[in-house]
């Protein structure tokens, strides 16, 4: 495990929304040598520190952030820090999710109902040149490896606005391509997810984790 003296001379970044979390976060840093930890209770607050110049060995976020999507934060840490680590816990089980995270690249994450302290075992991972993704993820994910061929972000956006009950024109103006375009990547959802229908679109598409429940995707 990270020894305190190296821990001591790291900056890292928290940023949750939750005072419990982010305060909770801290302690289990600190009690392990962490001194120098910045805490931000939205995603703005970290890009601005970031804009006047700070930069940050680990950057420990939550996705659900109030004022912005948590995976536009990581591209814009990406674009600021490159190559920084980004921790990402806790985080919801959905195989969205976690597929998302993995395209991006981040470098370690955890299930909210995984141990307080797991935040070190990601951080020892990632100072030893590995990622981190705690043994439930690792399940979740075999266990969606059906063998089938999954959609792409691009076609995932489309099927999220399916399910709100927008139409291809309606899809098409707020993505910005042509009404072909759109109704291109219906297709390939109707087949990848073997559907005869929108309804059994949308049915298929919460079994598999696309979806979450408020109609939008994870």
Not at 51 to 73: C, S, T
């Amino acid at each position: 495990m990270t020894d305190e003296k190296t821990l001591s001379k790291m900056k890292i970044a928290i940023v949750d929304d939750h005072d419990l979390v982010r305060e909770g976060l801290n302690v289990v840093l600190a009690n392990n040598g962490a001194v120098n930890v910045d805490k931000f209770s939205n995603a703005m607050e970290l890009v601005s520190a970031l804009d006047a110049g700070h930069r940050y060995d680990f950057y420990i976020i939550d996705l659900e952030l109030p004022d912005l999507d948590g995976f536009v934060l990581i591209e814009m840490i990406r674009a600021r820090n490159a190559g920084a680590p980004i921790i990402v816990g806790p985080v919801h089980d959905s195989i969205w999710t976690l597929r998302k995270l993995l395209q991006r690249d981040v470098n370690a994450f955890f299930y909210k109902s995984g141990d307080g302290n797991e935040i070190m075992t990601a951080i020892d991972e990632i100072i030893n040149g590995n990622n981190y993704y705690c043994e439930a993820v690792h399940k979740a994910l075999a266990a969606a490896s059906d063998g089938s061929i999954h959609p792409t972000l691009r076609e995932l956006e489309v099927l999220s606005q399916i399910a709100q009950g927008k139409t291809s024109r309606e899809i098409a103006a707020s993505m910005f391509v042509t009404d072909n375009t759109v109704e291109a990547h219906r297709k390939s959802l109707f087949q990848k997810l073997g559907a005869v229908n929108v309804a059994d679109l949308i049915v298929k598409a919460f079994e598999k984790g696309y979806l979450k429940r408020n109609g939008t995707k994870r």
